[in-house]
């Protein structure tokens, strides 16, 4: 089993979400501890989820783009915020 950060993965790369670690966040974050976890989960964000990355932003790979759950929605996050989303990659 491969665990990797969403924001490793290259565009239609798919994995399913194992955890979300806010230590992997950049330490000047802005944002109390559990804030990011507790905004992920609402957006989707859930262990087990199946996401595919649709879209790399131009410059720096940011946003990342992701389908979850072979949903029609997809969101788009920032790089950093990425960095704490676990997978297990397809």
């Known amino acids: ?19 979300i670690d806010e230590s992997k966040l950049p330490h000047r974050f802005g944002m109390s501890a559990g804030e990011v976890e507790s905004r992920l ?10 996401l595919q990355v649709m879209h790399l932003g131009t410059i720096g790979r940011d ?8 949903s029609s929605s997809i969101i788009a996050l920032r790089k950093n915020e990425a960095s704490a989303i676990i997978l297990e990659k397809a």
């Open 41 to 50: 989960l609402e957006m989707g964000f859930i262990e087990g989820a199946l």
């Open 63 to 70: 946003p990342i783009a992701v389908r979850i759950n072979n």
């Open 1 to 19: 089993m491969k665990l990797v950060g969403l924001n490793k993965l290259r565009k239609g790369d798919k994995g399913f979400i194992t955890k």
